[in-house]
């Protein structure tokens, strides 16, 4: 079983720490048994990493699931890191449209797409990109994530239900304190967490990360 695959595996609840900007924080994520982390690699983030800098995540490969976050980006960075053997996964995580997400299906790229949620309508056609899961995030226009909002949980969980095939991680305003009942409550195959594990944007709070593993029975 890949990294990735085993990221999605539905037996238990990964974690994912997204907004990553350091080697040091990356390795000790690694260390503490976190299944995957984040790079954010769209400019306008409070937690970009410019690829230029972003040659540490060669030390990371194995260790734990690499994804590399994007903002309607042209295709040819995503691929290039990916191919370069940067990251292991592709997170769509802006106005991507279906026939955007082509060139990942085509070259055998895994990928996941993103959606800020308010309603079900949302994500009508999340089943149309053929990503390997969906991410589903607070609906916040024009800010792509990291808005630490909760979105209402049972929408997420009614999409669940009705597509058992895809698997959903569960983003948006979850912390120590409510990720055990997201959990329960989506039962998604991983948590997403961006300023719910920080102390400021891109650096780490490694006794918050350890709650959410425990949060979790990691």
Wanted: aromatic share 10%.
């Amino acid at each position: 079983m890949s990294t990735f695959e085993n990221f999605l595996d539905p037996s238990f609840v990964s974690l994912k720490i997204c907004g990553v900007t350091t080697l040091s924080d990356a390795t000790q994520l690694a260390e503490m048994g976190v299944d995957a982390l984040g790079v954010n690699f769209w400019p306008s983030s409070k937690r970009y990493l410019a690829p230029s800098e972003a040659q540490w995540l060669h030390n990371l490969a194995g260790k734990i699931l690499r994804v590399g976050v994007f903002v309607n980006a042209p295709p040819e960075l995503p691929m290039q890191l990916w191919s370069d053997g940067l990251i292991d996964v592709v997170q769509l995580h802006g106005d991507e449209l279906p026939e955007d997400a082509a060139v990942y299906r085509d070259s055998g790229v895994p990928f996941i797409k993103a959606f800020g949620v308010k309603t079900v309508a949302d994500f009508a056609h999340a089943t149309s990109y053929g990503a390997a899961a969906i991410l589903l995030d607070a609906h916040a226009p024009g800010i792509y994530g990291g808005t630490g909002e909760v979105f209402d949980w049972e929408v997420a969980s009614d999409f669940r239900r009705q597509h058992p095939q895809l698997p959903v991680i569960l983003a948006g305003g979850i912390v120590p304190e409510n990720a055990g009942l997201a959990a329960m409550s989506v039962l998604p195959a991983a948590l997403d967490i961006a300023s719910g594990a920080e102390q400021s944007p891109g650096k780490k709070d490694f006794v918050k990360v350890a709650s959410f593993l425990t949060a979790l029975n990691r």
